[in-house]
Structure formats: structure tokens, C-alpha cells
């Protein structure tokens, strides 16, 4: 259950995800929650609205076509670095369901790692313990 102290108004989610329906579920669901989101559809995409947009967490599909999750994170970290001198928070989404995949996940710098199909409730409480993490 979500931690309901932590509000998700004002937050920033960039969310990138090649699958339209996850991107259009996600969105709602956060800005049903009172978050500004953008959604992009692969990296370039995502690398683009980073320019404009300084999202507080990014959630990451891993498998996407032409550049993957990882590859992604690693530009996004490098390019934030150069901008706001922070890191950001990032959480991963995938079909890749062996603990190995997980565990590389992790070691490559995403917080969190989540299975496809995702629970909603367990990606808001996600996403709530690391804005409280964040601001501690």
C-alpha cells in the first residue's frame, strides 16, 4: 500500500516504455496521483525530453527496440551530471524475470527492479520510498 504521507503532487516522471499501453497507463495513473509525466517511446525520444523536462524519477522499460534500458540509463545519469549535479532515481520494467536480469539491473544503477505485467500499487509505494529516500 502506498505510503500516503509521501504526496506525488509536483512530482517529475519520465516514463519510456516502446508498448503505447503501458506508456498511456502509467501516465494516467501518476497524474492521477497529481505527477507531471512525460512518456517517450524509446530512448531518443526520452534523451530529447530530458533536454526541456527534469524529471525526478525515471521509469525505464528494458527491452526496447534500437537502444536498450541500460544504455538509456547510462545516458540519462551522464547527461543529469553534466545539468543538475544529481542522480536520478530510476526503476526498471521488464519481462526479463530471472534473477541474474535482476540482479545486473540493479548493479547497473536502477533502485528497483519490477516484472511485467507490473502491480500499480506496488509501483506508486516504489516510487513514493524513493521521493522519500530522496529527500532525506
Known amino acids: 500500500m502506498p505510503n ?11 516514463v519510456v516504455d ?18 507531471e509525466v512525460i512518456a517517450a517511446a524509446c530512448a531518443s525520444e526520452a534523451l530529447e525530453a530530458m533536454l ?4 525526478d524519477i525515471l521509469i525505464c522499460d528494458i527491452c526496447m527496440p534500437g ?6 540509463l547510462e545516458k540519462i545519469r551522464t547527461l543529469n551530471k553534466q545539468q543538475t549535479q544529481r542522480e536520478i532515481p530510476a526503476i526498471a520494467l521488464t519481462a ?24 500499480l500499487k506496488e509501483l506508486v ?12
Open 96 to 119: 526479463f524475470v530471472h534473477e541474474e536480469d535482476r540482479i545486473y539491473g540493479l548493479l547497473t544503477g536502477f533502485h528497483s527492479y519490477l516484472y511485467k505485467p507490473i502491480d
Open 67 to 72: 537502444e536498450d534500458g541500460y544504455s538509456l
Open 52 to 55: 526541456d523536462f527534469q524529471p
Open 18 to 35: 516502446d508498448d503505447s499501453d503501458t506508456r498511456k497507463i502509467l501516465t494516467t495513473l501518476f497524474k492521477l496521483e497529481g505527477a
Open 4 to 14: 500516503k504521507s509521501i504526496s506525488l503532487k509536483q512530482l517529475r516522471l519520465l
Open 125 to 136: 509505494f516504489l516510487v513514493s520510498n524513493l521521493i522519500e529516500q530522496s529527500n532525506n
